[in-house]
Structure formats: structure tokens, C-alpha cells
């Protein structure tokens, strides 16, 4: 059966095909391998090639005798072997099956998908600073020394506060670092507490890092207007309470306008402020959190400086420390000293420090990239970005109010957050109302976060979209939400939604059947 | 501003369609003291080359491994990345794509991290993998985590053949769960005795295969001993290369197999971003950390992939997570990926083979030099040597001549003196005769 788009909509005749088998393409009818246009499918790469071929030409090992002390690997890997043209189109082709910032708005609320310069790609490949040791003599790496100071000075000055952390890996890596300081704060003081306070609508890993710093999770609830409830929360307050960690903006997109209030709670009973600066795009330049009393918050140098996300990382989070915790931080961080940059790495150096949290120094790749894009925009054109951030999420709002349901009244910040009201009693879910998003030709915003709204629908556009396009995906939103509302009472289409997409490399996914029977490797077949 | 599309007049438009007057009454929940008048005190904004000249006058500062003999190793490997690794992994499909939680639409990425998680199985020797971690290091600080979780005991015993930087992360993160991370001395004679450290209490046991002296043990009679005080055993391994030469981790009895991954597709980049595997034993599936791809359906029957079992991760469990990691080392563990396809089973072989070859060659003139000796007999392509004065100053001064010699001992237990002297030397495809001419004769100067 065929739908307008002349796809099939009922499973296609060839039969489900396990990992290995020969028939890979379960494909639309009419199509010999599966392929459609320009959308290929391919096979897994251990379903092609043959044993002994390489894309690589390496010389003739040295003739000696090994000194694997009896240990050479016996029997093959498994590994197939392809030469290089081979390669290079299977990945081109899985390539193709990506949605892509680079290809289209992707308006995944608290995840700022924002233009990726290529500048910044250049610059991380220049061989003294992309092609340079950990663990070269510190003579030789003083240009790498003095950039990752240099970067710590620009974000020193934008965030207002007195230290930066430089090693922690991505965000989840950087409130850790924020924790593990708080920790280190408190035991010094002969004073380890127990509780961290944390909103209902935090990301995950906040409690997550909590918890594996041997904390208690103590929730604080919302308002109706989406911010922190600063009774509940001063009723929590106590002497067992070391952290509270807060994001602002908050992942409603709002700011959170007791800010002060709740800096000066917790300060009030010995805790400390954690700030999860993961929105901190949404004010660099406007706002200096150091002005707000936290105490420590990292930064996603892969969100507000534009490093790439890469299907799934790498990233980088900086923390930065108030006075009160900067002793406290980390190993290894660079110092200068007269014109010359050192590494201090050696703990006796650093007495109060809680120790080393990574390999090495940090993610100088994402160093580099985040540095290009501050000198790129300089002072000015960062308290720009913060301003078009917003303006683009206000608009979308604005656009979007009369026709779905904003969750909150008055002004967002860089995300716009709507529930599913819009869609009661029209069979159509948020998750359908999101994968109809795919069928025309949009990635969906994030959905069913945060948890303090039903059905979440949260949008940032990011300042590096143009009106045209925020128009774009304004009319298409509109679109579907006007069909939505149109299946209410049984009427029309509801399965525009619900078998949505129809158009994508794919159509949904069995993730029940993933979880259920895990299949999570290619083997040979018996 | 070039990445700034918004004119002067559609700012004007919008905030008309918000009816707002100015962009400054959207951020009007800003407490008044906190907000920031005008631009802070930072340089204005700049063109490409200015930018572009900046950073050249940086780099310029910097002696790359790449322009001299370098033999720099103790867990970041200098080896030949194939050209078309960092073309493919620039293509915006992959470079510009956010973690794939719209499977439809991200089946490129989902596909390549089923493929990754096979390539780390295959190659450590175990059942599975997951979609990658920051680094080794904090790999190995996630694997006691989860030996812990899974034995419910409270110690873990660390060799004092790990990667210090290993060690560290893992007292760091791992400390705070019953505090319990103990760490063995550096053991340069090789009598270090873990089997005596087992009791009932004991999670796990940890070592580095080869360790970072570059020694290579086997390592089944410990695993048996370790599973006999049901503990987990838990390896390293800092150059993957390796594992094309050595029998797999796996093979030896190991319950999870941690390793830095960079020495395929990454480059050095100063020491990040690298790419942390991990892999274990199907049984313990479920203590997991981190992503993992898994293979399914789609409404017509077709394969594909979701990321899955994700009841473990942060996003959905919070406080009772399995680890808090969410980013990881995607695009890294692309670049890895594409390195192995390329390679393929006979390339990857060859490579380890053409490492050990050589080193054994290079380990064999410079212990010949009067008065240095090598630490270990067996090794694969990295080693350590006994220097007749402070390997620091040494290396310091080599530098000086443009050879990077290696990583001398205090760089890395800058606080035991019987380190002093030790110089870790690493020698890959890429080090040609003319670079170990140049050490030997250098360091024999040296050390006269």
C-alpha cells in the first residue's frame, strides 16, 4: 500500500532481516537494493570487504625478533578490510542519513545548535597548536600554554568571576568539577554535608552528579510561572546543605529572577551556589554571573562558543570558582609567570586543590575553536549573539502563541517552551507532533523537557538563523498545528502525525524491541 | 558581524511582531544591579585573518612533533592519521549533528556508533562496548564506579603500573563512593603483588596491558585469582595500537577493558579531545555507563538503530544513574572509526607490527649507549630507560637540540625520586632510522 507520497506505509514484503543476513534491504516496492534517489541504504561495513585488503599502504615490518614476552595475539580480530575509495563512500553515504545544523534550523531547546564556523576548524589543524604533545618539555609548548590562558582570560571577563577550571570535559564533567570543589570547601572546614538542592526541572545530570558525589537529592519544586519556588527552597535550607544548583536561565527558557535571593539563601546557611551555566548563550555579554552571587558554573564551549557537536561530542565545560572555592579547583591549570606560561600539575603545588579530574589538560581542540569564535565576535558581537538569541526565541514565541500553547506568560530568553494543551483531544502527541516536524524537512525541537511541563515542546532557534529561515519553520509549525487542531473530535488526519515520518531515511523505531532483546554489536553469522 | 544574520531591520520587524520596544525589555527579569550597560572590557570583534594571524602567531610559539624526531608517548601516540579520516569527519552531517535522539533522521550517526561498538569489542576482546567516554582516563575512573555497583564491595585496587593520570582521575571521581581507591606504589623491579591485596571487601583490580612502563604481562593468572575473591578485573590500555600485536584483554580474563582510543584518527591536539572506550562483559550490560547504540526495526521492517538501554543514563534516571556523563567523544570516536575501516584487519596487524619492530630496533641501540639500561625486556612499542642522570634536564635539553626524546619520569610521580632518571620512549610508524640516529647520538652525548 501506497501513501501520497507513493511510499509504502504497511511493512514491505521482503521479510525483516536479522544482523548479517544477505538480504539487508528490506526496501519500498520498485526498489531493486533499497536505494531511493540519492538516499542509499548501505550495509554495515563488516558486511562488506575481504580479509587482507587495506586502505592504507604500510611498509614491510623491521625483521626482528619480537619481544611481546610470549603474548602475540593469536587467531583474527575480525575486522574486514576495504580499500579506500570503499571507505570513503560508506561513510559519505551514512553521512547522508544525518540531519545537520549545516543542512537546516535544529531547534533543540537547551542544546543550541548554532552555526559552526570553519574558521575555527582551521585554526584547531594548525600543527603548533593542533599537532603539539601533552607532555612536551613546557619550553616547547608556549604558544598552547599562553592560548589556554588567553581563553581564560576572555571567559574570566565575560563571566565576572576571579578563577576558571579549564580540564572538564563537557557540562556533565564541569558540575562535577563544581561539586567536587563544593565537597573539598566543605571538608576543609571539618563540615562535609549531606543534602544539594536541586529544581524539578534540571537536567539530568545535575542530580546525577550530585548523587555521584555521595550527595542527597533534595528536589525543589517549580512555580507556576516556571522558577524556582524560593519558599519552598528556604524552607529546605539547613545546616546539611552543601550545594544548591541552579540553572539560569532555567531550562523553561526564563531567567530566574530570585537569583539574588537564592544566592544570598544559600550563602546564608555555608552552602554554595552551583549555577549549570548550559544557557549562558542566552546572556553572555549582558549579564555577568559573578553580579549574581554563584559560587561555580560550567560552560558547554560545544553550546554558547559554537564548538561542534559532532553527532554526540566532543565538548568542554570550564567551571569557573568564586574566591571562596578557587583554591579548591583542579589539576593541572597554567600559570603565568613574568612572560613564561607554566603547567602546575604537581599536587604538592596546589595543596587544597581536589586533584586531577582528567587526562592530561583539557580539550585544547575545543580551546582553540572556542577562542577563534570570541576574537571572531570580540566583546560587542557576544553581547549580540545574547541579544539575537532571544529576539529570535521571542519572535518564534510570538508567532507561534495564537496557534499552540506557551507554558509560561511574558518574555523567554533564548528557548521558547510550549505543552501539549494545543493538542488535547486531537489524538496527536507531542512525540507525533514532533516526527511530523521530519516529514517537512525539520529536526524537532526537544521534547517532554523539561519534566515541569506536560508534553514539552521546547524551541531554540539560536541567533545564527535569518528571519527567513525562522519564517520558514514559523509557517511550517503553524502548518502543523493548525492540521493538529484539525483532528479534533475524530476529524481529519491524524495519521499524518501518527505514522509520521514517512519521508526520513527511516520510519520510527522499535526502541522497545532494542531495549527488550539488546543487540548492540555485529557478529558473524553462524 | 559574519555570523550574525539579523539586519538592523529585521531586529526591528521582530520586535515589532513581539510588540516589544527594545531588545533590553525581553531581558527584563534580569535583577537591575546585574545587568551590564554596554560591551565588557574585551577586544572588538575581527575579520578571518585577523583571527587567522593571531592564532599563527600562537602556533608559532609552539615546536610541533611532527617538524623533529619525537618520541613522546605515556598515553597520547603520534601516529599517521590517512587523509581522508579528517575529510569525513568534516562533513557537516557529521560535524554539525547533535546526539541521536531523532533516530529517523540520525541513522548516519547511529549506524557508525553500532559500528564503533563492534570495532571496540573486536578488539579488546569482549562481548560489548559502548558509544565512548572522554578519555581513557575517565574511563577508568567509570569502570570502578561500575565494579563497585556491581560487586557491591567497597575497595579497588589500583597497580602501580597505571597511568598516573589514570590513577588520579580514578582517586578523584571514584573516591567519593565509600572512598575507597587504593593505590599501589610505582614497581620498577616488576614484584608488585596485587593477588595479596584481594579480600572480600575487594571490587576490583586494575592494571595497564602494557603498563606504562610499556611492559607487557599476561595477565590469566591474576584474572583468575580475581574472580576466585570475586572481584572484577578491570584493564587499561593507553595505546590501542597494541592490541594488533598482543593477545586481547579479553582473552586474559579481563571483566571490563578501558583504553584511550586516540592513537586511531585523533590527532594529538595538546591532549584533547581523545576518545575513552569501553568495553565488558555482557552480563554486566545494565551497570553500564554511557550510551550504547543498539540495532532494531522500523515500522516497515527495516534495520536500524536507536540509542538504547537508556533506563541506565542520566536524562532518564537522574540521581540514580549508572554515571552522569551525557556529551561524549562522538565525532573522536568517528575519526577512530574510519582510521580502523581503513586499516582493516591486515593494515591494523601491519601497523602494530611495523610499532614493535622498530622499537625493539630503537630500545636496542639506546640501551647499548654506556651507561643507560632498559627497564623492561618486553615491551611494544614504547619502553622505558634508566639514564645515568636526570632525565628531566636530559629531555630539557635534547629539546634544545629540536629532539623530543621522551617523557621523562618526574613528569609523572614528580614526588618519587626513584623516577628521576626513568625516560619513557615511544617509537611509531613515523619514526624513520634518521630520528633514532638522532636520539641515540644526542642522548649518548648527553650522558657521557
Keep these: 500500500m501506497l501513501n501520497r507520497q507513493g511510499r509504502a506505509t504497511q511493512p514491505a514484503a521482503v521479510p525483516v532481516t536479522g544482523p548479517g543476513a544477505d538480504a539487508t534491504f528490506a526496501g519500498d516496492a520498485g526498489s531493486i537494493l533499497g536505494h531511493r534517489g540519492l538516499d542509499h541504504e548501505e550495509r554495515l561495513i563488516f558486511e562488506m570487504g575481504e580479509e587482507g585488503r587495506s586502505g592504507v599502504d604500510l611498509p614491510e615490518p623491521p625483521k626482528v625478533e619480537s619481544r611481546l614476552g610470549g603474548l602475540a595475539r593469536q587467531g583474527r580480530i575480525g575486522l574486514p578490510g576495504l580499500a579506500e575509495p570503499q571507505v570513503v563512500r560508506h561513510f559519505v553515504r551514512l553521512s547522508r542519513r544525518n540531519y545537520a545544523i549545516d543542512l537546516g534550523l535544529y531547534p533543540l531547546g537547551s542544546c543550541t545548535m548554532k552555526h559552526n564556523p570553519r574558521l575555527n576548524e582551521k585554526m584547531a589543524r594548525l600543527p603548533g597548536l593542533g599537532d603539539v604533545h601533552p607532555l612536551q618539555p613546557q619550553s616547547t609548548v608556549q604558544g598552547a600554554l599562553e592560548l589556554i590562558e588567553r581563553l581564560a582570560g576572555w571567559i574570566m571577563t565575560l563571566t565576572g568571576m576571579p578563577a576558571v577550571a579549564m580540564s572538564p570535559a563537557a557540562g556533565a564533567h564541569g558540575e562535577l568539577c563544581g561539586l567536587m570543589a563544593i565537597h573539598a570547601a566543605h571538608v576543609a572546614k571539618g563540615d562535609a554535608r549531606k543534602r544539594v538542592l536541586v529544581p524539578e526541572s534540571a537536567h539530568g545530570t545535575n542530580p546525577a552528579t550530585a548523587a555521584l558525589c555521595g550527595y542527597t537529592v533534595d528536589p525543589i519544586p517549580a512555580t507556576a510561572d516556571g522558577r524556582i519556588d524560593l519558599e519552598a527552597f528556604r524552607a529546605k535550607l539547613g545546616p546539611d546543605v552543601a550545594a544548591v544548583m541552579l540553572t539560569n536561565p532555567n531550562t523553561c527558557g526564563l531567567f530566574e529572577r530570585d537569583v539574588i535571593a537564592v544566592a544570598e539563601g544559600i550563602h546564608s546557611v555555608g552552602g554554595y551556589f552551583y549555577c549549570d551555566g548550559a544557557n549562558f548563550n542566552a546572556i553572555v555579554g549582558r549579564v555577568r554571573p559573578g553580579d549574581l552571587g554563584i559560587d561555580a558554573m560550567h560552560l558547554n564551549l560545544h553550546k554558547t562558543f559554537s564548538t561542534p557537536h559532532g553527532g554526540g561530542g566532543p565538548g568542554s565545560g570550564p567551571v569557573v570558582f568564586s574566591d571562596a572555592l578557587k583554591d579548591f579547583a583542579p589539576l593541572p591549570f597554567v600559570r603565568r609567570e613574568g612572560d613564561a606560561f607554566r603547567l602546575v600539575e604537581d599536587p604538592r603545588e596546589a595543596p587544597k586543590s581536589f586533584g586531577r579530574m582528567k587526562g592530561f589538560h583539557g580539550q585544547m581542540g575545543m580551546f582553540i575553536r572556542a577562542l577563534a569564535y570570541m576574537m571572531s565576535h570580540g566583546g560587542d558581537g557576544l553581547r549580540q549573539v545574547a541579544e539575537d538569541a532571544v529576539l529570535a526565541a521571542n519572535y518564534v514565541m510570538a508567532s507561534l502563541k495564537d496557534v499552540m500553547t506557551p507554558s509560561f506568560d511574558g518574555p523567554c530568553m533564548h528557548e521558547a517552551l510550549f505543552d501539549d494543551r494545543f493538542l488535547k483531544d486531537t489524538g496527536v502527541t507531542t512525540l507525533d507532533f514532533a516526527k511530523a516536524m521530519i516529514d517537512q524537512g525539520f529536526h524537532p525541537m526537544t521534547m517532554y523537557f523539561p519534566l515541569v511541563v506536560h508534553g514539552a515542546l521546547l524551541i531554540e532557534p539560536t541567533e545564527t538563523e535569518s528571519k527567513d529561515s525562522i519564517d520558514g519553520f514559523v509557517a511550517v509549525l503553524r502548518g502543523l498545528a493548525e492540521q493538529a487542531i484539525a483532528c479534533r473530535g475524530g476529524q481529519g488526519d491524524p495519521a499524518a502525525f501518527t505514522e509520521a515520518p514517512r519521508l526520513a531515511p527511516r520510519r520510527r523505531l522499535d526502541e522497545t524491541r532494542a531495549a527488550r532483546t539488546p543487540v548492540l554489536r555485529w557478529k558473524q553469522p553462524a | ?448
Excluded at chain 2, 13 to 23: H, K, N, P, Q, R
Excluded at chain 2, 72 to 85: K, N, T
Excluded at chain 2, 221 to 238: K, M, N
Excluded at chain 2, 346 to 371: E, F, M, S
Design chain 2, 1 to 448: 558581524m559574519r555570523y550574525l544574520p539579523l539586519t538592523a531591520d529585521d531586529r526591528a520587524a521582530m520586535l515589532g511582531v513581539i510588540g516589544a520596544a527594545s531588545v533590553d525589555d525581553l531581558f527584563a527579569d534580569v535583577p537591575v544591579p546585574a545587568r551590564l550597560p554596554g560591551p565588557l572590557d574585551l577586544p572588538a570583534h575581527q575579520g578571518e585573518w585577523e583571527v587567522e594571524k593571531a592564532f599563527r602567531a600562537l602556533a608559532a610559539k609552539s615546536l610541533s612533533p611532527g617538524e623533529v624526531p619525537s618520541f613522546l608517548g605515556a598515553g597520547a601516540y603520534r601516529h599517521h592519521i590517512p587523509a581522508s579520516v579528517d575529510h569525513l569527519i568534516q562533513r557537516s552531517e557529521f560535524l554539525t549533528s547533535y546526539t541521536p535522539y531523532q533516530p529517523e533522521i540520525a541513522q548516519g550517526t547511529l549506524q557508525h556508533l553500532f559500528e564503533f561498538q563492534t570495532q571496540v569489542a573486536m578488539l579488546t576482546g569482549m562481548e560489548v562496548a559502548n558509544a565512548s567516554m572522554y578519555d581513557g582516563a575517565t574511563a577508568c575512573a567509570e569502570a570502578v564506579l561500575m565494579a563497585k555497583r556491581q560487586t557491591r564491595r567497597p575497595r579497588a585496587i589500583l597497580s602501580g603500573g597505571l597511568h598516573p593520570h589514570y590513577r588520579d582521575c580514578t582517586r578523584t571521581m571514584a573516591g567519593f563512593v565509600d572512598h575507597g581507591v587504593e593505590t599501589l606504589p610505582l614497581d620498577l623491579d616488576g614484584t608488585e603483588d596485587l593477588v595479596a591485596q584481594l579480600g572480600k571487601d575487594v571490587a576490583c583490580v586494575v592494571v595497564q596491558y602494557p603498563d606504562v612502563l610499556g611492559r607487557v604481562r599476561d595477565l590469566t593468572a591474576l584474572a583468575e585469582a580475581v574472580h576466585a575473591a570475586g572481584a572484577l578485573l578491570i584493564v587499561a590500555v593507553t595505546e590501542i595500537v597494541s592490541l594488533g600485536a598482543l593477545q586481547p584483554p579479553g582473552a586474559m580474563g579481563a571483566d571490563i577493558v578501558v583504553a584511550e582510543g586516540q592513537s586511531l584518527g585523533v590527532p594529538l591536539s595538546f591532549g584533547g579531545p581523545y576518545v575513552g572506550l569501553f568495553a565488558t562483559r555482557e552480563k554486566f550490560l545494565r551497570q553500564m555507563p554511557g550510551r550504547l547504540c543498539g540495532e532494531t526495526v522500523d515500522a516497515d521492517g527495516r534495520r536500524g538503530y536507536v540509542l538504547t538501554l537508556s533506563a541506565r543514563e542520566q536524562h532518564i534516571r537522574r540521581e540514580k544513574a549508572t554515571s552522569n556523563i551525557c556529551t561524549n567523544a562522538g565525532l573522536c570516536a568517528l575519526a577512530f572509526s574510519i582510521h580502523l575501516s581503513l586499516l582493516g584487519e591486515a593494515g591494523y596487524v601491519r601497523l602494530a607490527q611495523i610499532n614493535h619492530g622498530k622499537a625493539v630496533q630503537a630500545a636496542d641501540r639506546l640501551a647499548a649507549i654506556p651507561g643507560v639500561s632498559l627497564v623492561n625486556q618486553g615491551f611494544f612499542n614504547e619502553f622505558t630507560l634508566k639514564l645515568p642522570k636526570d632525565a628531566t634536564l636530559v629531555v630539557e635539553a635534547l629539546a634544545k637540540k629540536r629532539i623530543l626524546a621522551g617523557v621523562p619520569g618526574a613528569r609523572l610521580w614528580p614526588e618519587d625520586p626513584q623516577a628521576a632518571n626513568l625516560l619513557l620512549v615511544a617509537v611509531t610508524e613515523l619514526n624513520d632510522d634518521g630520528d633514532v640516529d638522532a636520539l641515540v647520538a644526542a642522548l649518548a652525548a648527553e650522558v657521557k
